[in-house]
């Protein structure tokens, strides 16, 4: 199966979804522009170490995979962030095996929890390994790189059947955003979709709409997640969402399963099916290129 046959194959449409596929089979987000001085960084998603099923019976593998590739672009990036579910069960082997792996990449790493890494709702482990530079004591955090504002939310509170942010953490972003032009270019970083991506399948934000409300105001802002291991692109006014493809394995496409899950390709597919994304963000957004691993 080729990379343009399985994006049609789990890809979906919708009111507001778009999807454009480069020439060099990699998909680009449409409505963002690359410029001169614009801050370049790479997000990974949805590594699941710990997985063992068919779907991937290497995960670490594929991880290292994605490192490596990371490693090798012709022009390093300012930062790595993860998007979540580094580990699949937030053992501390797992946490230790994939921290092994992603120490070996040559720039700073930001990693935000998934749900499978704090279970229970316990973050002690995911905080014993990894944290958010800079982060409030609620592990939340927001800085400024090359004049894009970057603001990495936590969603995966008493998560059961779908996102949550919780009134402590909105309250810390309004203060956040209230001080901002307009004009501001902002990138959001979030595990789960803010947005009413498919919520039967829990891929929502209970109170993501709170958030996104504070976001309107702004020309352009840029929300990247993961959770969902596939790639699906969005648009509401001036928000620009997209979620990523997993170092893992992929997901069925939104309605396409009872439920969602792991789906089992031949090997050289599943290589075609997950991967990184490069994005170069600026003054007008953020244009971003996916790479699959094979």
């Known amino acids: 199966m080729k990379r343009s046959q399985f994006v049609e194959h789990v890809a979906w449409t919708?009111?507001?979804?778009?999807?454009?596929?480069?020439?060099?089979?990699?998909?680009v987000g449409c409505a963002?522009?690359?410029?001169?001085?614009?801050?370049?960084?790479?997000?990974?998603?949805d590594s699941h170490v710990g997985f063992h099923l068919p779907a991937n019976p290497d995960v670490l593998?594929?991880?290292?995979?994605?490192v490596d590739a990371i490693n090798a672009l012709p022009q390093a990036p300012a930062f790595v962030v993860h998007t979540g579910d580094i580990t699949h069960l937030s053992t501390p082997k797992q946490f230790a095996d994939a921290k092994d792996v992603l120490s070996a990449l040559k720039v700073p790493l930001i990693a935000l929890p998934g749900e499978h890494d704090v279970?229970?709702?316990?973050?002690?482990?995911?905080?014993?390994?990894?944290?958010?530079?800079?982060?409030?004591?609620?592990?939340?955090?927001?800085?400024?790189?090359?004049?894009?504002?970057?603001?990495?939310?936590?969603?995966v509170f008493n998560f059961e059947k779908m996102g949550l942010l919780g009134s402590d953490q909105l309250t810390w972003l309004q203060g956040v955003v209230s001080g901002l032009k307009p004009s501001q270019p902002i990138v959001v970083l979030t595990h789960v979709p803010l947005?009413?991506?498919?919520?039967?399948?829990?891929?929502?934000?209970?109170?993501?709409?709170?958030?996104?409300?504070?976001?309107?105001?702004?020309d352009n802002v840029t929300l990247l997640n993961g959770h969902i291991h596939q790639i699906i692109t969005h648009t509401e006014g001036n928000l620009?969402?997209?979620?990523?493809?997993?170092?893992?394995?992929?997901?069925?496409?939104p309605?396409?399963?009872?439920?969602?899950?792991?789906?089992?390709?031949?090997?050289?597919?599943?290589?075609?099916?997950?991967?990184?994304?490069?994005?170069?963000?600026d003054g007008n957004g953020a244009r971003f290129e996916d790479h699959p691993l094979g």
């Open 195 to 218: 947005y009413a991506l498919f919520p039967t399948w829990g891929w929502t934000t209970e109170d993501g709409a709170k958030a996104l409300a504070m976001f309107s105001r702004f």
């Open 14 to 27: 919708g009111a507001g979804i778009a999807y454009t596929l480069a020439s060099a089979g990699s998909l």
């Open 61 to 66: 593998g594929t991880l290292k995979q994605a």
């Open 119 to 155: 279970i229970g709702n316990d973050f002690k482990p995911y905080l014993a390994n990894f944290r958010i530079p800079q982060a409030e004591p609620g592990g939340w955090a927001t800085w400024e790189n090359g004049g894009i504002r970057f603001i990495a939310l936590l969603n």
């Open 255 to 281: 309605g396409a399963a009872d439920k969602p899950g792991p789906v089992t390709l031949p090997h050289d597919d599943l290589l075609r099916a997950i991967g990184y994304r490069t994005v170069s963000a």
């Open 32 to 45: 963002v522009a690359d410029a001169p001085g614009a801050v370049d960084f790479v997000q990974i998603s």
């Open 240 to 253: 620009h969402f997209a979620s990523a493809d997993a170092t893992a394995y992929p997901q069925p496409k």
